[in-house]
């Protein structure tokens, strides 16, 4: 075995622990600890409804459609895996250009530039060349992704021997490994070349700075069998190995603490990746593997998704295959229905762990200038891009969110003081008072805000952050985000204004605002923000309560609330109304779904009675005016709401809406399972959020949760009916549940807590009340009685 | 003079051909001895060789250093000739290709003789164009020139230059009274062949080539074609003399026409002449040869309605293969290899355009892959889409062995899996696969072949089936049960099954075939019937489910019926299938055959 790394000392690694032992405000990229090992290295892969498979690599171009996504919740790369070109697009959550953004354009609102707010880039670009197996001149080539174990792989001929590579993001290793092997005496020959994409030269390593001051940095090596490898300038050169691996690691010198200017000065982020490559490459890939296998698998494990047998004729058919046959057969397809769901939770646990949160397209992008910088959209996105999380069994997943309002929120809070009341802010408050913090549409890594205000966001932000309370009741959670929720509602306390209804009564509305994206700017009462801000006084008061602070402040937003206009229903359109008007000041069939954020993700809208009829018809009514044809978000919370008021049939057609195949850039699934967003005509981009939000709209439809009530199998669509389960499924009130049905009719369902003692378990119309201790469970039978 | 082809030189050439082990290829009219049927010797297969046009054209670095165009000299084309010899002869290549421009200077003024024929520019072919000749045949290679159509206007002289053998007879009466001009470029007056000095003229250009020892002749700038059309740009007389001309002297020189021929002259350009442009030209006139999009990828369009025009004594000629250097080239590895296929398969003539003196290894293995070279000059058919000319696309001919030729194609910008059904080629079960380019046995598949291709990529299979035939069930489109939507009707067609057909199928318009019944669930290969006089997209679906929308090639004309195979999701029992024109136009739909089993 040679290494084509040179030896760095020893000490570096440990200088590097101690300077960032700081238990605040970690890097995201900072010295491991010494990974576990895990003893038994067997998994079976490789034949499960769980390993999508492909018969085509990405090319250059379409890595964003094409590429296959790994990623240890830090680092991420999309791999082309092409059998003479294999290509790493390779970023790191924390790969971000600009900053505060701190000063406001003419209009009151902010700028919203790569340089000025910022955008996600790429980090690196890593290619392996193996000339001789040109795809032209190899044969049987077959792709797999292991959702189980949590990799890429590739297999094809050439003249007889067959060749195999595996491409995995190591958390425990923290870095991403490449392994090429063979059988039938072949043997490797080629280059590797790492590259920066922000014009670094290739090297070997590199580390640079950008003019935001954050650095970054990137190393590789590589290492085989029976060959030799050596450094020849910039590039790794193999020849006639058996074997090979190749690890790449990089990051940057990103710390999430506003107070320490979002950065760790003492952090050389290349010295760190070459130690990390180095360390890593003192084991065999098959320990690598393993040893993140172990890992992946314990954090993937913890959720199981059954939706019935598919046929053997779809078994048969390769992923984008099975894609478009779902499409064109109209025949369900279950096995591929309940693999997306994985799809998004292996997404979920390859992007989301110890760092930031992922934006609009995660750790995955193919070039430096993302639409909408892949930044944090606060009106939409990033709270769908963690509905699925606790759904799904990854709640961990959820603390990159969590963390991240926690660690922006002195800056959000800072700029909302010195700006939102700026006379030019045609959003700013009548009252002439400012509390609290909000956001803007976008937000980005340095406590920055981006485009305009978004005034309700940080309802909707907090709100977010309760619901995992609601599904965890972990208190340490709670303690963190009670800061959020406080000063959300000092913000609306000092922006509510009061008005006078036609009938005289006296109401709290909303200052001049924008439904999100459509209708006039200035708006005022509405019904999106009346609903998240009526949603947040509710959860501050729980959390106020649960956490026994401030309840003399609790009780002055309880009696705001009382306060607060509800909407009503158009007596022209019999819409629920989206502004103070009867009238449709807006697109009919718009994406955003903003003044039924009460249907879900809140639920004070529910068809069980205890909501006005007039109210839930209404919201109904708005919900079938928006349409079905939508795209990827838009039709995943469509799907969401149709769940909530138990309509099956459409719930299921919005899921296999965005099933549909996306062609040439139309809206829909691409060949790797993104979802994809027709921005124009022929031009689709990747927008990761319907990639969770359509696995959240599958769960909602097998079960509803909130504190107290569980209902199963709200909307179970036929084509699931026959038999299935859902196992680990987060439920509101500090439950799991593990639930089996069959021929529509639960079988049995187990009610776990993980902190919750008391619920009501609802079915078809009848309701048992169990009890069950933390950590306990209970297994309900025979609900068909 | 014929007889000036070294007898030598001619034996050496067939030994070497031999012992390669090429036992197959017999360079057509070397071994056919100058006899009348010469026309269908001269092309027998379609030719190879080199052509003057790619670099001349190109302004790729250091091509042209004395201006656009100069690149053609009689230094570069012996360089040419001797490269020719030395590496690719072999393999079948023997001709070189003088095109455009020997006639001319740099600054593109013309020499002609004292009888207004096109005559060497001595800056140019100091040596002239016989020794040029001369210089090829001494290569044991076969000599090609190139003249424009009609009398070009700068050899008019006001009409007063005498034509050669032909006493009385001027440049005035040659062609019409009013000067009208004609061919691609308007570079010359059109000839006027009801004026008996006419032919003389075409007689003279004939002998003068004839004597230098020429064996091919490409006529350029022909119409209907080139552009142009209408009876200002007819030039079917110009052909029609030339290959009176070239029969009467007797002396076998192949006829090509150029370019981009009229599809409804395509039975002249097939009494006439041994090949026909069936495209514009192939070059980019940029910094290289050639380019994907510019315009190598149009000929996957433009071929198929030709096919079956071709076969011994006249092929389609797609242009220069220009694969032979990737940097000078323009494109990928992956694009060469579909050019090189595309033209294999499609018979057309394989001359490449490259500097032989600098093709590089890729380039080598693509021009002298033996496998590959045979596809082009068996005796087999060329090969057309099988299915439509989508993004991926298969192109098949059976051969008279009964295995099948079979091209993958992967147009897009972006890698995919093509696959081709064993029944889209008439038969089910299994069938051994060869891989040409690699000259790999693949093994035995089983109702389907896929494999993994590049963005605009290939593979080039033999397939030897060792299945039974398939068994289609066939509903006509006119059939009463169907359903048609907005303006779609029935229409007589005289070349369609049951003489009818659905047409109209545009901005709506709908056929619905009903009743179309299945065993099994699955997907089936679904053969189309259809007339489309230019290339047409159609989205189809079965039983109301989610289309996918299709391209048909062209069949040429609205008289001509074509197929391709669509694949189509059935449920066991009755199933719909419908052809919607959505917001374009659509094919004229004949009749669809529905395979007895699915794939």
């Given at each position: 075995?040679s290494?084509?790394?040179?030896?760095?000392?020893r000490r570096?690694?440990?200088?590097l622990?101690?300077?960032?032992?700081?238990l605040?405000?970690?890097?995201?990229?900072t010295?491991s600890?010494?990974?576990?090992?895990?003893?038994?290295?067997?998994?079976?892969?490789?034949?499960?409804?769980?390993t999508l498979w492909?018969?085509?690599?990405?090319?250059?171009?379409?890595?964003?459609?094409?590429?296959l996504p790994?990623g240890?919740?830090?680092?991420?790369?999309?791999?082309?895996?092409?059998?003479?070109?294999?290509?790493l697009?390779?970023?790191?959550?924390?790969?971000?250009?600009?900053?505060?953004?701190?000063t406001?354009?003419?209009?009151?609102?902010?700028p919203?530039g790569?340089?000025?707010?910022?955008?996600?880039?790429?980090?690196a670009?890593?290619?392996?060349?193996i000339?001789?197996?040109?795809?032209?001149?190899?044969?049987?080539?077959?792709?797999?992704?292991d959702?189980?174990r949590?990799?890429?792989?590739?297999?094809?001929?050439?003249?007889g021997?067959?060749?195999?590579?595996?491409?995995?993001?190591?958390s425990p290793?923290?870095?991403?490994?490449?392994?090429?092997?063979?059988?039938?005496g072949?043997?490797?020959?080629?280059?590797?070349?790492?590259e920066?994409?922000?014009?670094?030269?290739?090297?070997l390593?590199?580390?640079?700075?950008?003019?935001?001051?954050?650095k970054y940095g990137?190393?590789?090596?590589?290492?085989?069998s029976?060959?030799?490898?050596?450094?020849?300038g910039?590039?790794?050169?193999?020849?006639?190995?058996?074997?090979l691996?190749?690890v790449?690691?990089?990051?940057?010198?990103y710390?999430?603490?506003?107070?320490?200017g979002?950065?760790?000065?003492?952090?050389?982020?290349?010295?760190?990746?070459?130690?990390?490559?180095?360390?890593?490459a003192?084991?065999?890939?098959a320990?690598?593997?393993s040893?993140?296998?172990?890992?992946f698998?314990?954090?993937?494990?913890?959720?199981?998704l059954s939706?019935?047998?598919s046929?053997?004729d779809?078994?048969?058919?390769?992923?984008w295959?099975?894609?478009?046959?779902?499409h064109?057969?109209?025949?369900?397809?279950?096995?591929?229905?309940?693999?997306?769901?994985?799809?998004?939770?292996?997404?979920?646990?390859?992007?989301?762990r110890?760092?930031?949160p992922?934006?609009?397209?995660?750790l995955w992008?193919?070039?430096?200038?993302?639409?909408?910088?892949?930044?944090?959209?606060?009106?939409?996105?990033?709270?769908?891009n963690?509905?699925?999380?606790?759904?799904?069994g990854?709640s961990?997943?959820?603390?990159?969110f969590t963390?991240?309002?926690?660690?922006?929120?002195s800056?959000?809070?800072d700029?909302?003081h010195?700006?939102?009341?700026?006379?030019r802010?045609r959003?700013?408050?009548?009252?002439?008072k400012v509390?609290?913090?909000t956001?803007a549409?976008?937000t980005?890594?340095?406590?920055?805000?981006?485009w305009w205000?978004?005034p309700a966001?940080?309802?909707?932000?907090?709100?977010?952050?309760?619901?995992h309370?609601?599904?965890?009741?972990?208190?340490?959670?709670l303690?963190?985000?009670?800061?959020l929720?406080?000063?959300?509602?000092?913000?609306?306390?000092?922006?509510?204004?009061t008005t006078?209804?036609?009938?005289?009564?006296?109401?709290?509305?909303a200052?001049?605002?924008?439904?999100?994206?459509?209708?006039?700017?200035?708006?005022?009462?509405?019904t999106?923000?009346?609903?998240?801000?009526?949603?947040?006084?509710?959860n501050?008061?729980?959390a106020?309560?649960?956490?026994?602070?401030?309840?003399g402040?609790?009780?002055?937003?309880s009696?705001?609330?009382?306060?607060?206009?509800?909407?009503?229903?158009?007596?022209?359109?019999?819409?629920?109304?989206?502004w103070?008007?009867?009238?449709?000041?807006?697109?009919t069939?718009?994406?955003?779904?903003?003044?039924?954020?009460?249907?879900?993700?809140?639920?004070?809208?529910?068809?069980?009675?205890?909501?006005?009829?007039?109210i839930?018809?209404?919201?109904?009514?708005?919900?079938?005016?928006?349409?079905?044809?939508?795209?990827?978000?838009?039709?995943?919370?469509r799907?969401l709401?149709?769940?909530?008021?138990?309509?099956?049939?459409?719930?299921?057609?919005?899921v296999?809406?965005?099933?549909?195949?996306?062609?040439?850039?139309?809206?829909?699934t691409?060949?790797?399972?993104f979802?994809?967003?027709?921005?124009?005509?022929?031009?689709?981009?990747?927008?990761?959020?319907?990639?969770?939000?359509?696995?959240?709209?599958?769960?909602?439809?097998?079960?509803?949760?909130?504190?107290?009530?569980?209902?199963?199998?709200?909307?179970?669509?036929?084509?699931?009916?026959?038999?299935?389960?859902?196992?680990?499924?987060?439920?509101r009130?500090?439950?799991v549940v593990d639930?089996?049905?069959?021929?529509?009719?639960?079988?049995?369902?187990?009610?776990?807590?993980v902190?919750?003692?008391?619920?009501?378990?609802?079915?078809?119309?009848?309701?048992?009340?169990?009890?069950v201790?933390?950590?306990g469970s209970?297994?309900?039978?025979?609900?068909?009685? | 003079?014929?007889?000036l082809?070294?007898?030598?030189?001619l034996?050496?050439?067939?030994?070497?051909?031999?012992?390669a082990?090429?036992?197959t290829?017999?360079?057509?009219a070397?071994?056919?001895?100058p006899?009348?049927?010469?026309?269908?010797?001269?092309?027998?297969?379609?030719?190879?060789?080199?052509s003057?046009?790619?670099m001349?054209?190109s302004k790729?670095?250091?091509l042209?250093?004395?201006?656009?165009?100069s690149?053609?000299?009689?230094?570069?084309?012996?360089?040419?000739?001797?490269?020719l010899?030395?590496?690719?002869k072999?393999?079948?290549?023997?001709?070189?290709?003088?095109?455009?421009?020997w006639?001319?200077?740099?600054?593109w003024?013309p020499?002609?003789?004292?009888?207004?024929?096109?005559?060497?520019?001595?800056?140019?072919?100091?040596?002239?164009?016989?020794?040029v000749?001369?210089?090829?045949?001494?290569?044991?290679?076969?000599?090609g020139?190139?003249l424009?159509?009609?009398?070009?206007?700068?050899?008019?002289?006001?009409?007063?230059t005498?034509?050669?053998?032909?006493?009385?007879?001027?440049t005035?009466d040659?062609?019409?009274?009013?000067?009208?001009?004609?061919?691609?470029?308007?570079?010359?007056?059109k000839?006027d062949f009801?004026?008996p000095?006419?032919?003389?003229?075409?007689?003279?250009?004939?002998?003068?080539?004839a004597?230098?020892?020429y064996?091919y002749?490409?006529?350029?700038?022909?119409?209907?074609?080139?552009?142009?059309?209408?009876?200002?740009?007819?030039n079917?007389?110009?052909?029609?003399?030339w290959?009176?001309?070239i029969?009467?002297?007797g002396?076998?020189?192949?006829?090509e026409?150029?370019?981009?021929?009229?599809?409804?002259?395509a039975?002249?350009?097939?009494?006439?002449?041994n090949?026909?442009?069936?495209?514009?030209?192939?070059?980019?006139y940029?910094?290289?040869?050639?380019?994907?999009?510019?315009?190598?990828?149009?000929?996957?369009d433009?071929?198929?309605?030709?096919?079956?025009?071709?076969?011994?004594?006249?092929w389609?000629?797609?242009d220069?293969?220009?694969?032979g250097?990737?940097?000078m080239?323009g494109?990928?590895?992956?694009?060469?290899?579909?050019?090189?296929?595309?033209?294999?398969?499609?018979?057309?003539?394989?001359?490449?355009g490259?500097?032989?003196?600098?093709?590089?290894?890729?380039?080598?293995?693509?021009?002298?892959?033996?496998?590959?070279?045979?596809?082009?000059?068996?005796?087999?058919?060329p090969?057309?889409?099988v299915?439509p000319?989508?993004?991926?696309q298969?192109?098949?001919?059976k051969?008279?062995?009964?295995?099948?030729?079979v091209?993958?194609?992967?147009?897009?910008?972006?890698?995919?899996?093509?696959?081709?059904n064993?029944?889209?080629?008439?038969?089910?079960?299994?069938?051994?696969?060869?891989?040409?380019?690699?000259?790999?046995?693949?093994?035995?598949?089983t109702?389907?072949?896929?494999?993994a291709l590049?963005?605009?990529g290939?593979?080039l299979?033999?397939?030897?089936?060792?299945?039974?035939?398939?068994?289609?069930?066939?509903?006509?489109a006119?059939?009463?049960?169907?359903?048609?939507?907005?303006n779609?009707?029935?229409a007589d067609?005289s070349a369609c099954s049951?003489g009818?057909?659905v047409?109209?199928?545009?901005?709506?318009?709908?056929l619905?075939?009903?009743?179309?019944?299945?065993?099994?669930?699955g997907?089936?290969?679904?053969?189309?019937?259809?007339?489309?006089?230019?290339?047409r997209?159609?989205?189809?679906?079965s039983?109301?489910?989610?289309?996918?929308s299709?391209?048909?090639p062209?069949?040429?004309?609205w008289g001509?019926?074509?197929?391709?195979?669509?694949?189509?999701?059935?449920?066991a029992?009755?199933?719909?299938?419908?052809?919607?024109?959505?917001?374009?136009?659509?094919?004229?739909i004949?009749?669809?055959?529905?395979?007895?089993?699915?794939?």
């Open positions: 075995m290494s084509a790394l040179p030896d760095l000392p570096n690694l440990l200088a622990a101690a300077a960032t032992g700081a605040a405000g970690l890097p995201a990229f010295a600890a010494a990974p576990q090992r895990p003893a038994n290295t067997s998994y079976d892969s490789g034949t499960s409804p769980n492909w018969q085509a690599p990405a090319g250059d171009t379409s890595m964003i459609e094409q590429g790994v240890n919740g830090r680092l991420g790369a999309l791999a082309s895996n092409d059998p003479g070109h294999e290509v697009l390779i970023t790191d959550a924390t790969i971000w250009t600009g900053g505060l953004n701190g406001l354009d003419s209009d009151g609102q902010f919203y790569r340089a000025d707010f910022g955008s996600l880039t790429l980090l670009r890593l290619t392996v060349d000339p001789d197996h040109d795809l032209g001149a190899v044969n049987g080539y077959r792709r797999t992704l959702l189980d949590g990799v890429v792989g590739a297999s094809y001929v050439r003249s021997v067959t060749y195999k590579r595996e491409v995995f993001s190591s290793d923290d870095a991403i490994v490449l392994h090429f092997s063979q059988s039938g072949g043997r490797y020959t080629g280059s590797v070349t790492l920066g994409t922000h014009g670094e030269a290739a090297a390593s590199f580390g640079a700075q950008f003019a935001n001051g954050l990137a190393a590789v090596t590589a290492y085989g029976g060959g030799q490898v050596t450094v020849n910039a590039h790794i050169e193999f020849s006639g190995c058996k074997d691996t190749v790449v690691s990089g990051g940057s010198n710390a999430p603490d506003a107070a320490r979002f950065r760790d000065p003492k952090l050389d982020p290349q010295k760190l990746a070459r130690t990390k490559v180095r360390a890593a003192q084991h065999s890939a320990t690598l593997l040893t993140h296998v172990a890992d698998r314990a954090a993937f494990g913890t959720f199981a939706l019935g047998t046929s053997d779809q078994r048969a058919l390769d992923t295959e099975r894609i478009q046959a779902r064109t057969s109209g025949d369900p397809d279950p096995e591929l229905e309940a693999a997306y769901v994985q799809f998004g939770r292996y997404l979920m646990v390859s992007g989301s110890g760092s930031l992922m934006g609009l397209q995660g992008l193919d070039g430096n200038d993302p639409d909408w910088m892949g930044d944090y959209h606060t009106d939409i996105n990033i709270q769908m963690y509905w699925m999380a606790d759904r799904a990854l961990s997943s959820f603390d990159a963390d991240y309002c926690v660690d922006q929120l800056s959000w809070t700029l909302t010195r700006l939102f009341q700026d006379s802010n959003f700013r408050n009548t009252s002439g509390a609290g913090w956001v549409f976008s980005n890594p340095y406590g920055g805000l981006g205000w978004h966001g940080n309802a909707w932000l907090s709100n977010s952050l309760w619901e309370y609601e599904f965890t009741h972990s208190r340490t959670h303690e963190k985000i009670y800061p929720l406080k000063g959300a509602c000092e913000f609306w306390q000092a922006r509510l204004i006078t209804l036609d009938n005289g009564k006296e109401v709290l509305v200052d001049h605002d924008w439904s999100p994206e459509q209708g006039p700017q200035d708006g005022r009462g509405n999106y923000a009346q609903e998240v801000v009526w949603t947040l006084f509710g501050y008061a729980a106020s309560a649960e956490l026994k602070r401030d309840s402040f609790a009780n002055t937003i009696g705001l609330r009382r306060r607060l206009y509800l909407p009503e229903v158009s007596p022209t359109s019999g819409w629920l109304e989206e103070m008007s009867p009238d449709n000041l807006g697109e069939t718009h994406r955003h779904l903003s003044p039924l954020i009460n249907l879900f993700p809140g639920d004070r809208i529910r068809p069980d009675g205890s909501t006005p009829k007039d839930v018809d209404g919201a109904t009514a708005l919900l079938t005016a928006r349409g079905m044809n939508s795209f990827g978000w838009a039709n995943a919370w799907s709401c149709w769940a909530r008021l138990k309509n099956a049939d459409n719930a299921y057609q919005l296999v809406n965005n099933l549909r195949p996306s062609e040439n850039g139309s809206n829909g691409a060949f790797n399972l979802d994809i967003y027709e921005v124009e005509q022929g031009r689709g981009i990747f927008q990761i959020e319907a990639n969770f939000g359509t696995p959240a709209a599958v769960t909602e439809m097998l079960l509803y949760s909130r504190p107290g009530f569980l209902e199963l199998l709200p909307a179970l669509p036929d084509a699931w009916a026959e038999s299935g389960s859902i196992t680990g499924a987060g439920a009130g500090g439950f639930l089996r049905w069959k021929n529509g009719k639960p079988t049995e369902a187990k009610i776990r807590s902190g919750g003692r008391t619920t009501t378990v609802a079915y078809g119309g009848r309701t048992r009340t169990v009890t201790k933390p950590g209970v297994t309900l039978k025979d609900f068909a009685r | 003079m014929y007889s082809t070294p007898v030598r030189a034996r050496a050439m067939v030994v070497l051909a031999l012992t082990g090429f036992a290829y017999l360079p057509a070397e071994a056919a001895t006899t009348a049927d010469t026309a269908t010797a001269v092309a027998a297969k379609p030719y190879m060789g080199w003057s046009w790619s001349q054209s790729y670095p250091g042209n250093p004395d201006g656009d165009y690149y053609l000299t009689e230094a570069n084309v012996t360089k040419q000739t001797d490269a010899a030395s590496k690719l072999k393999y079948g290549y023997d001709h070189i290709n003088i095109d455009a421009g006639w001319r200077d740099n600054s003024t020499e002609y003789d004292q009888y207004g024929r096109q005559a060497a520019d001595p800056k140019r072919f100091p040596s002239g164009m016989k020794a000749a001369d210089r090829i045949h001494s290569k044991g290679l076969k000599a020139i190139y424009p159509a009609g009398l070009e206007k700068e050899a008019y002289n006001s009409g007063k005498p034509i050669w053998n032909a006493e009385g007879c001027t005035a040659v062609v019409h009274s009013d000067l009208r001009t004609t061919n691609g470029w308007d570079s010359s007056y000839l009801s004026r000095c006419t032919q003389k003229y075409i007689d003279s250009q004939a002998q003068l080539i004597d230098w020892g064996d002749l490409k006529l350029d700038g022909v119409g209907p074609g080139s552009g142009k059309s209408g009876d200002q740009y007819d079917v007389a110009d052909v029609a003399a290959n009176k001309a029969t009467a002297i002396r076998p020189i192949h006829l026409l150029s370019w981009s021929l009229d599809y409804g002259h039975a002249d350009w097939k009494k006439y002449s090949g026909w442009r069936i495209d514009t030209d192939v070059e980019c940029c910094n290289t040869l050639v380019t994907w999009e510019n315009s190598v990828d149009d000929r996957w433009d071929t198929p309605a030709w096919t079956s025009l071709a076969g011994p004594g006249g389609n000629d797609l220069s293969l220009d694969v250097n990737g940097a080239d494109l990928t590895k992956a694009e060469r290899q579909s050019y090189a296929t595309l033209w294999a398969v499609a018979k057309s003539p394989l001359f490449t490259d500097d032989l003196t600098k093709l590089d290894d890729y380039g080598v293995s693509l021009l002298t892959n033996r496998e590959v070279i045979a596809v082009d000059q068996s005796d087999a058919p090969a057309r889409p299915t000319s989508d993004a991926q298969v192109w098949a001919a051969n008279p062995n009964g295995t099948y030729t091209a993958l194609f992967n147009l897009s910008d972006a890698p995919a899996a093509v696959s081709a064993w029944t889209t080629l008439g038969f089910t079960g299994k069938a051994a696969v060869r891989d040409l380019w690699n000259h790999e046995d693949l093994g035995t598949y109702n389907k072949v896929t494999q590049p963005a605009h290939s593979r299979f033999t397939v030897t089936p060792r299945g039974s035939a398939v068994t289609l069930t066939g509903y006509e006119e059939a009463a049960t169907n359903t048609l939507s907005g779609a009707n029935i067609c049951g009818k057909k047409g109209n199928l545009y901005v709506g318009g709908k619905t075939v009903n009743n179309v019944v299945a065993a099994k669930a997907t089936y290969q679904v053969k189309i019937a259809y007339v489309s006089g230019d290339s997209s159609v989205s189809v679906s039983n109301g489910n989610g289309a996918t299709h391209k048909f062209s069949t040429g004309d001509t019926v074509g197929t391709v195979s669509v694949p189509v999701t059935l449920k029992g009755a199933n719909t299938i419908t052809f919607d024109s959505g917001s374009g136009y659509a094919p004229d004949d009749r669809i055959d529905v395979p007895n089993s699915s794939s």
